[in-house]
T-cell receptor
Framework: AQKITQTQPGMFVQEKEAVTLDCTYD???????LFWYKQPSSGEMIFLIY??????QNATEGRYSLNFQKARKSANLVISASQLGDSAMYFC?????????????FGAGTRLFVKA | DSGVTQTPKHLITATGQRVTLRCSPR?????VYWYQQSLDQGLQFLIQ???????AKGNILERFSAQQFPDLHSELNLSSLELGDSALYFC???????????FGNGTRLTVT
């Protein structure tokens, strides 16, 4: 069964410090995509970063990087130099690349609080 | 701005009623996805359409239905509404099956 697990319901980080949000996944599909989304208090879902299962290098997008450890089935999000505007809910997601459908499934989310 | 447009932003209705949520995908995107986000269940995948055809189905209730029209906009119909249907309903689109989803701002449905 496909599953995404985010074990940290809430996290605190000091402004300007780095923070790691954990994500583990479970799938039997050999090919899949991993995603992180940010949901501020205003409610919209913002795409942050993508990692393909066959990508050799970890994905980076500005202050966001994805620490991909395939053997451990983990896809942690690292936010460097945290800013107050980073306070939000963060969702890890996975989409198996199979022919039975391409639905993306989401974890329960981690709420990040950035302290001044 | 993701380029995905959802209307209305807010909807308040009574139990037993029927509502229609509308979504216009990003220009050029053929796939449309519907998700329900509630406090106790997180983001739940409901259904996906690709170029007018149903492609994948999730935990969508029989009281709910959707369709994608030739101009690629999509509608989600919710009928015989119950209090538990109160949630944020998202539409998302993607350019292909390997691209990230881009979400609309959602429709917040409140059933009283």
């Amino acid at each position: 069964a496909q599953k995404i697990t985010q074990t940290q319901p809430g996290m605190f980080v000091q402004e300007k410090e780095a923070v790691t949000l954990d994500c583990t996944y479970d799938t039997s599909d050999p090919s899949y995509g991993l995603f992180w989304y940010k949901q501020p208090s205003s409610g919209e879902m913002i795409f942050l970063i993508y990692q393909g299962s066959y990508d050799q290098q970890n994905a980076t997008e500005g202050r966001y990087s994805l620490n991909f450890q395939k053997a451990r089935k983990s896809a942690n999000l690292v936010i460097s130099a945290s800013q107050l505007g980073d306070s939000a809910m963060y969702f890890c997601a996975m989409r198996p690349d199979n022919t039975g459908g391409f639905k993306t499934i989401f974890g329960a989310g981690t709420r990040l609080f950035v302290k001044a | 701005d993701s380029g995905v447009t959802q209307t209305p932003k807010h909807l308040i209705t009574a139990t037993g009623q029927r509502v229609t949520l509308r979504c216009s995908p990003r220009s050029g995107d053929l796939s449309v996805y519907w998700y329900q986000q509630s406090l106790d269940q997180g983001l739940q995948f409901l259904i996906q359409y690709y170029n007018g055809e149903e492609r994948a189905k999730g935990n969508i209730l029989e009281r709910f239905s959707a369709q994608q029209f030739p101009d690629l906009h999509s509608e989600l119909n919710l009928s015989s509404l119950e209090l538990g249907d109160s949630a944020l309903y998202f539409c998302a689109s993607s350019s292909d099956n390997f691209s990230p989803l881009h979400f609309g701002n959602g429709t917040r449905l409140t059933v009283t």
